[in-house]
């Protein structure tokens, strides 16, 4: 079956970065795209962007364009977002999920920005 | 960019209840609406896609509808375990989710 398995929660420090996994199996990895997601805390959800892990081609929000970056392992299905120059701003949960209907996703990554 | 409207925010139902969600778009999204359901604690779970797709394994009781900018989710008869908060979200132009709906239990 799909999953996407999340790594775990980070606690960071302002102006810090912060690097967070997706490791996809039950499919093949670059037959899909996958999508990062914000959600701060009893908000709504936002779109980061999304990255092909085919041919590690990617679009983002432009809302997050200096802020994120994604990439792939295609050798061990994993995603990757790094999220940099963190603020108390970024403290949310952030999910990735598959495809373009954002069919399966991630359990989430709690990131808690704190000195 | 395209904003989405979910009204209500909050709404209460009872057991056996049909109940109505509704999602409205800034602009025609071309039927490119799905319907997510969060439970407390957990990730997102995709219901329908385009407008009026069942996912794999959701119940019957959910159903979708709509077109240009106004779409709805409707549970015909509400379970105690669809007590969540409900997401629609378009993918016509990149992709905005809205504000949610939390459905309680009366």
């Known amino acids: 079956q799909v999953k996407l398995l999340q790594s775990g929660a980070a606690l960071v420090k302002p102006g810090d970065s912060v690097k967070m996994s997706c490791k996809a199996s039950?499919?093949?990895?670059?037959?899909?795209?996958i999508h990062w997601v914000k959600q701060s805390h009893g908000k709504s959800l936002e779109w980061i962007g999304y990255i092909n892990p085919y041919s590690g081609g990617t679009n983002y929000n432009e809302k997050f364009k200096s802020k994120a970056t994604l990439t792939v392992d295609k050798s061990s299905s994993t995603a990757y977002m790094e999220f940099s120059r963190l603020t108390s701003e970024d403290s949310a949960i952030y999910y990735c999920?598959?495809?373009?209907?954002?069919?399966?996703w991630g359990q989430g990554v709690m990131v808690t920005v704190s000195s | 960019d395209i904003q989405m409207t979910q009204s209500p925010s909050v709404l209460s139902a009872s057991v056996g209840d049909r109940v109505t969600l509704n999602c409205k778009a800034s602009?025609?999204?071309?039927?490119?609406l799905n319907w997510y359901q969060q439970k407390l604690g957990e990730a997102p779970k995709l219901l329908i896609y385009?407008?009026?797709n069942l996912q794999t394994g959701i119940p019957s009781r959910f159903s979708g509808s709509g077109s240009g900018t106004d779409y709805t989710l409707t549970i015909s008869s509400l379970q105690p375990e669809d007590v969540a908060t409900y997401f629609c979200?378009?993918?016509?132009?990149?992709?905005?989710f809205g504000a949610g709906t939390k459905l309680e239990l009366k």
């Open positions: 385009n407008t009026n």
């Open positions: 602009q025609n999204i071309n039927k490119y």
């Open positions: 039950g499919y093949t990895f670059t037959d899909y795209i």
């Open positions: 999920a598959r495809r373009r209907h954002f069919d399966y």
């Open positions: 979200f378009q993918h016509n132009s990149w992709y905005t």
